[in-house]
């Protein structure tokens, strides 16, 4: 069963604008991680949050976790066609890197 | 050179067919996964390994098998090919000493049961 459910399941921006995903997910977790999939491809991770952090800046990626209501939040700014891609959530229930995996958004961004 | 291998990329096959997709890494990393993606869904887990000795199921094992012949490699067996069992399949890698816990990703191999 999926441990994460992303919203919106499918976001059309244009560049410059910003982009924002949700994840919920249902259990506790060790940390939650944020992954990129481009067409078919592999997996590539962009950033953790742990379970006792609020909030965390990767380059134009912020991410937000508040675990009393078991949701997250990715934010790019200042969007680029290349940022066209899945994204996906993931959580870490156990600590021993065993991810659960939500559904993912489809971002598009054009140029 | 790519850090997780996977081979091979592309698969078609027929249903009862044995096929192993195989998967190297050259992180030194010692805990594998293998993950099957389904259109619309996210990752499910099949099986994985945090060292030579050590092998798990995941969420979703019935079907499938593996191996873990060195800390370098870990491999994926059907051992008669359903059409269901039509996905991408993923390879990752993770560090497991505490270091970092994020993973790393093998470019997929598109199976196709017919």
């Known amino acids: 069963s999926q441990q994460g459910e992303e919203d919106p399941q499918a976001l059309s921006i244009q560049e410059g604008e910003n982009a924002t995903m949700n994840c919920s997910y249902k259990t506790s977790i060790n940390n939650l991680q944020w992954y990129r999939q481009n067409s078919g491809r592999g997996l590539v991770h962009l950033i953790l949050?742990?379970?006792?952090?609020r909030e965390k800046h990767s380059g134009r990626l912020r991410v937000t976790l508040d675990t009393s209501k078991k949701s997250s939040s990715l934010l790019i700014t200042a969007s680029r066609a290349a940022d066209t891609a899945s994204y996906f959530c993931?959580?870490?229930?156990?600590?021993?890197?065993?991810?659960?995996f939500g559904t993912g958004t489809r971002l598009l961004v054009s140029p | 050179d790519a850090d997780v291998t996977q081979t091979p990329r592309n698969r078609i096959t027929k249903t009862g067919k044995r096929i192993m997709l195989e998967c190297s890494q050259t992180?030194?990393?010692?805990?594998m996964y293998w993950y099957r993606q389904d259109p619309g869904l996210g990752l499910r887990l099949i099986y994985y390994?945090?060292?030579?000795?050590?092998?798990n199921k995941g969420e979703i094992s019935d079907g499938y098998s593996v191996s873990r012949q060195a800390q370098a490699k870990f491999s994926l067996s059907l051992e008669s090919a359903i059409p269901n069992q039509t996905a991408l399949y993923f390879c990752?890698?993770?560090?497991?000493?505490?270091?970092?816990?994020?993973?790393?990703f093998g470019p997929g191999t598109r199976l196709t049961v017919l």
């Open positions: 990752a890698t993770s560090d497991g000493t505490g270091s970092g816990d994020e993973q790393f």
């Open positions: 992180k030194g990393h010692d805990r």
């Open positions: 390994s945090f060292d030579v000795k050590d092998i």
């Open positions: 949050i742990r379970s006792n952090e």
């Open positions: 993931a959580t870490d229930s156990g600590g021993f890197q065993k991810l659960v």
